[in-house]
């Protein structure tokens, strides 16, 4: 990616330093658990005590040194700032104004409107601060553990928290929260696969805006689509438990994440992003 000297966006709350950490003894969540944090999280509730604390103290390995640190939040500035501009354009064609919402960087633990924010839920959005919560270990988590390497990787799921932004903005996000709410666990799953296959195919259509203006570079698109695959529930699940349970997949598969993302890449369109009428 050439994101180095391009603006960086000011919608930034650095919380690094100021607690959290290291827990070490906790219970480890496992990437289940995460999925149950994730789901709180979108919910607006707090889950963390049914996964209990996530143990860090193994994962030394995964800390960032500091330049790579400051480089890797240069680039999530400059990511939230490229969103900014493709969803206020987008949002100027409709005649409305795009509110941006605030990322949030982090070390370890911290407190959010949708409850406490775990660096082991991976990054996240909450609805009812409009912010997103990003602890920028989690680009050695996807070197390291998901396979998913490379700039352009770290920002498909920035895209891809953003997306979830631009449907509460839309509306979309509250009312499959409500219809959730009144819904079967089996229905609020599919609900939930729904949500995060458009907020998919929303980071798609902001790729295809970074083609056109230079931020991705050659093979950037492929590190992006294999960061798509890699976070598939039936991938997770696989590598977490050795088998798979389709109807507590909350986020799609493999091949579903990567269909939408491309089909935001290749149409440019937010409109082709209609998860709900497939």
Same mark, same amino acid.
């Given at each position: ?141 996807? /070197?390291?553990? !998901?396979?998913?390497? &490379? @700039?352009?990787?770290? =920002?498909?799921?920035? #895209?891809?928290? *953003? +997306? ?47 083609? /056109?203006?230079? !931020?991705?570079?050659? &093979? @950037?698109?492929?590190? =992006?689509?294999?960061? #798509?695959?890699? *976070? +598939? ?31 935001g890449l290749q149409s440019a369109n937010p409109s082709v992003c209609n998860t709900f009428n497939q």
């Amino acid at each position: 990616m050439r994101w180095e000297g391009r603006r960086e966006s000011s919608n930034i709350e650095d919380r690094r330093g100021s607690g959290g950490g290291n827990f070490g003894g906790g219970k480890g969540t496992g990437v289940l658990g995460i999925i149950i944090l994730l789901v709180g999280a979108y919910y607006g509730v707090d889950l963390s005590g049914l996964v209990g604390t996530p143990d860090f103290s193994g994962q030394s390995s995964q800390q960032l040194e500091t330049q790579e640190e400051q480089q890797l939040a240069s680039l999530s500035k400059v990511v939230l700032a490229d969103t900014e501009t493709v969803w206020g354009q987008y949002f100027r064609q409709m005649g409305k104004t795009y509110s941006e919402p605030t990322m949030v960087l982090y070390n370890g633990v911290t407190p959010t409107a949708c409850g406490t924010g775990q660096s082991a839920m991976g990054p996240f959005y909450c609805p009812s601060d409009r912010k997103v919560y990003l602890d920028l270990s989690f680009y050695n988590e996807m /070197k390291n553990k !998901l396979g998913a390497a &490379g @700039d352009s990787a770290f =920002a498909y799921v920035i #895209a891809h928290e *953003v +997306g979830h932004h631009v449907q509460n903005m839309l509306g979309i996000l509250p009312q499959v929260n409500r219809a959730q709410q009144s819904s079967d666990r089996k229905t609020a799953n599919q609900l939930s696969v729904q949500l995060e296959l458009q907020a998919d195919c929303f980071a798609g259509v902001w790729a295809s805006q970074a083609v /056109k203006s230079g !931020l991705f570079e050659r &093979g @950037d698109e492929e590190k =992006a689509f294999n960061a #798509a695959e890699a *976070v +598939g529930d039936d991938r997770l699940q696989k590598r977490s438990q050795g088998y798979v349970v389709p109807d507590s997949f909350t986020h799609g598969t493999s091949a579903q994440r990567l269909e939408w993302f491309r089909k935001g890449l290749q149409s440019a369109n937010p409109s082709v992003c209609n998860t709900f009428n497939q």
